[in-house]
């Protein structure tokens, strides 16, 4: 079992931040998800099959859903057609194992050939988006479940030095603002995005990072537009944002009743070991407007 980082953010407290909402809705049924995030799949450093190990574990938990936090491949940014296909069908076949749906989100190592290193066109149909598109579908969406809606987010684009940042673009505002009219002011509402949009991993571990990078934190971790995001949101239920890109477990609770989630990493430290967390993954169990969190180690240890 592993403990969370927690902060209140409403004056900063360090409390315990399990939650409970007296004002549950009783006709939301009840429910498990898997959050896994950060897999790095590659066919090095023995990486497949330590994922097989966490998918035969998942699949022994009973969940309703797995639930990807982005940087399912490791990585496409660079381009090499061969090398990024290869990688994306060995994801695909991997998942298969999975007893449940999979839902996925984009990560920074899914855009392919931005760097301009790579020698990749923008016009190149597999650009940036392109090739998860190609494989996965859409790199935004939602879905209901048991009387939730679950909202995937792409926090991701590019600057003019194709370097990647977090930015989410006008047609995904109109389209979460338009996804959201037709959701129920009480609907317990869960989103998925892989750079984080709160994170106190700086300054917890400040003394990993050169003084640039600790406080405050580095506006590559942290999504510039969070404030419009919350004001879209501020009429909702939204109980859990989850997020990955940091590979460390965080829970920072605001105003007692959105939670959001650093889900740590399957991954551990890119298949290097431990830096901050085991290897592992979440299992979220929602209870109708209330949920719980546990971390699970799946038993993986670096050959």
């Not at 909202?151 to 109109?174: M, P, S």
Request: with cysteine; net charge negative; glycine share 6%.
């Amino acid at each position: 079992m592993y403990r969370f980082i927690c902060f209140f953010l409403a004056g900063f407290f360090i409390v315990s931040c399990h939650p409970q909402n007296k004002n549950s809705d009783e006709q939301l049924s009840d429910f498990s998800f898997i959050f896994m995030t950060d897999i790095h799949l590659k066919p090095e450093s023995k990486a497949p099959e330590a994922f097989m190990m966490a998918i035969d574990t998942a699949n022994k938990l009973n969940a309703d859903f797995v639930l990807t936090g982005g940087d399912l491949v490791y990585d496409v940014l660079r381009g090499n057609l061969p090398r990024a296909d290869s990688l994306f069908q060995l994801y695909l076949e991997s998942i298969k194992a999975f007893n449940m749906p999979v839902y996925n989100t984009i990560g920074n190592h899914e855009l392919y050939g931005i760097y301009q290193e790579g020698g990749i066109s923008p016009s190149d149909p597999d650009f940036k988006y392109g090739m998860f598109q190609r494989y996965l579908g859409d790199t935004y969406y939602s879905f209901d479940h048991k009387g939730w809606h679950f909202i995937v987010l792409n926090t991701l684009n590019i600057n003019e030095d194709r370097r990647y940042i977090n930015a989410i673009d006008d047609d995904q505002i109109a389209w979460l603002k338009d996804d959201l009219s037709k959701v129920g002011h009480e609907t317990p509402i869960a989103v998925s995005m892989h750079l984080p949009m709160f994170t106190v991993f700086y300054a917890v571990y400040e003394e990993h990072f050169p003084p640039r990078q600790s406080a405050p934190p580095t506006p590559q971790d942290i999504v510039p537009l969070r404030q419009e995001i919350l004001r879209i949101f501020k009429n909702h239920n939204l109980r859990i944002v989850l997020q990955g890109h940091l590979h460390c477990l965080e829970d920072i609770c605001v105003n007692g009743k959105t939670h959001f989630i650093t889900g740590g990493a399957v991954s551990g430290y890119s298949w290097k070991g431990v830096r901050f967390v085991e290897e592992g993954f979440l299992l979220i169990k929602v209870k109708g407007n209330d949920f719980s969190c546990e971390y699970i180690d799946y038993g993986w240890d670096v050959p």
